[in-house]
């Protein structure tokens, strides 16, 4: 089992930024598809980024390319997603999950996903 601990989020003026981090004890990353996705209240769920295992590319949504950035850090087994430019609508719960099976690579679903933080709220006011 893996263990994903998200930290990092708060409330932030629009045009703000934050830096979420992604920690997995005893858990290495690389090689893994990493995905970043967010749940706003009353809304479905959806993904923000993935760095896919098969390609060693990062994706991004549509809506957040150019202010949302990810890295990591594999001697502290932690990722990072750097959230910029902030919008009132970036306002969510943000969660961090990994996917196993390498040979997949990314999954734009919850539910394609194996692991999963328990998330992290992000809230941007206006």
């Known amino acids: 089992e893996v263990q994903l601990v998200e930290s990092g989020g708060g409330l932030v003026q629009a045009g703000g930024s934050l830096r979420l981090s992604c920690a997995a004890p005893?858990?290495?990353?690389?090689?893994?598809?990493i995905g970043w996705f967010r749940q706003a209240p009353g809304k479905s769920g959806g993904w923000v980024s993935c760095?896919?295992?098969?390609?060693?590319?990062?994706y991004y949504e549509d809506s957040v390319k150019g202010r949302f950035t990810v890295s990591s850090d594999n001697a502290k087994n932690t990722v990072y997603l750097q959230v910029s430019s902030l919008k009132p609508e970036d306002t969510a719960v943000y969660y961090c999950?990994?996917?196993?099976?390498?040979?997949?690579?990314?999954?734009?679903?919850?539910?394609?996903?194996?692991?999963w933080g328990q998330g992290t709220q992000v809230t941007v006011s206006s």
């Open positions: 999950a990994v996917r196993l099976d390498i040979g997949l690579g990314c999954s734009v679903d919850f539910s394609g996903m194996d692991y």
């Open positions: 005893g858990f290495t990353f690389d090689g893994y598809s």
């Open positions: 760095t896919s295992s098969v390609s060693d590319t990062t």
